[in-house]
């Protein structure tokens, strides 16, 4: 079935190197994706989002790429701080029924080397 | 804004027990929504609701009921607990019933059913 998943389940960079994490996603009629990052303990919180129309776009930090040709998502991180380790997950927001569902891929867990 | 606010963060219960799990929102959303997030896994949808009064199932809404008396409460009631039924539960909310928002995660409820 359509499904959203990841690349690599674990991801270790040393302190202030740059991060990359991958996300493929299925479902072409897909039309905005998100990205979480998940801490121990919390819930999900916001990192960017980026709609179908746009092929990158920025926050402080981090940027997030969209390749609608090969439906892959990633994440990028900007000098990786110990702050930055957690789990991400990639999310596609998917119309399902009368509504929009989010459909999350199994994450990526982030290690920072200090 | 305390945003998405669940209650408790713990439950220990037995096979059979019912009990309700809380989440409140002060952000007046219409979109409320229940997940539970099992180990190496990413995050799937049980319930939804897209207003007060209107809510409708998820992917794994078997054993979980809901209802949306108020915009601002959102509870999940375990009918009779299963150990399947172990997990760690989260709700979230986003501004509109439709399309490009992200969702607003609480801390999650974990539960353990012996």
């Known amino acids: 079935g359509e499904s959203v998943g990841l690349h690599l389940p674990t991801l270790s960079v040393q302190e202030g190197d740059n991060s990359i994490i991958n996300c493929a996603y299925s479902?072409?009629?897909?039309?905005?994706f998100i990205w979480y990052k998940q801490e121990s303990g919390k819930g999900p919180q916001f990192i960017i989002d980026?709609?179908?129309?746009?092929d990158k776009r920025q926050g402080q930090r981090v940027t997030v790429l969209l390749n609608k040709t090969v439906k892959h998502l990633s994440l990028q991180i900007a000098a990786t701080q110990p702050g930055d380790s957690a789990v991400y997950f990639c999310?596609?927001?998917?119309?399902?029924?009368?509504?929009?569902?989010?459909?999350f891929g199994s994450g990526t867990r982030l290690l920072v080397r200090p | 804004n305390a945003g998405v606010t669940q209650t408790p963060k713990f439950q220990v219960l037995k096979t059979g027990q019912s009990m309700t799990l809380q989440c409140a929102q002060d952000?007046?959303?219409?979109?409320m929504s229940w997940y539970r997030q099992d180990p190496g896994m990413g995050l799937r949808l049980i319930h939804y609701?897209?207003?007060?009064?209107?809510?409708d199932q998820g992917e794994v809404p078997n054993g979980y009921n809901v209802s949306r008396s108020t915009t601002e409460d959102f509870p999940l009631r375990l009918l009779s607990a299963a150990p399947s039924q172990t997990s760690v539960y989260f709700c979230?909310?986003?501004?509109?019933?439709?399309?490009?928002?992200?969702?607003?995660f609480g801390d999650g409820t974990r539960l353990s059913i012996l």
């Open positions: 979230a909310s986003r501004r509109g019933a439709w399309g490009d928002q992200p969702q607003h």
């Open positions: 479902n072409s009629a897909s039309d905005y």
């Open positions: 980026i709609r179908s129309n746009m």
């Open positions: 999310a596609e927001n998917r119309q399902m029924d009368s509504s929009y569902k989010l459909i």
């Open positions: 952000m007046n959303h219409e979109y």
């Open positions: 609701s897209v207003g007060a009064g209107i809510t």
